[in-house]
């Protein structure tokens, strides 16, 4: 079992900043780390991820604007955080993070990015 528990939402202007972060524990076993969006009566959407090997990876629609990145010095929390610029008003949306472990992803309970026009 893992636990993942994200922060960092809250409510921005259009052009401003957000740092998401997410903490999953315990961190033996975890692969990739992805964060994911969802809007009212969708599914989620990836939008950035990162696997264990330090490789990232975005959606076309955040490229130049979102990063991704991780914190490895702690050894019992593995901690991602997804650093979102130039935000636009079509970014508002629950964003979750996912720790993939073994055949399994964890989920977070999500926190809401709301971007103001």
């Known amino acids: 079992q893992v636990r993942v528990v994200e922060s960092g939402g809250g409510l921005v202007q259009a052009g401003g900043s957000l740092r998401l972060s997410c903490a999953a524990s315990?961190?033996?076993?975890?692969?990739?780390i992805g964060w994911y969006r969802q809007f009212p009566g969708n599914d989620r959407e990836l939008v950035a991820s990162i696997s264990s090997g330090g490789s990232s990876n975005y959606a076309d629609f955040v490229k130049g604007r979102f990063t991704i990145s991780r914190d490895l010095a702690k050894d019992t929390v593995y901690t991602v955080y997804l650093q979102m610029n130039s935000l636009k008003p079509e970014d508002t949306a629950v964003y979750y993070c996912?720790?993939?472990?073994?055949?399994?992803?964890?989920w977070g309970q999500g926190t809401q990015v709301t971007v103001s026009s």
């Open positions: 996912a720790a993939e472990h073994g055949p399994f992803e964890y």
């Open positions: 315990p961190t033996s076993g975890i692969k990739d």
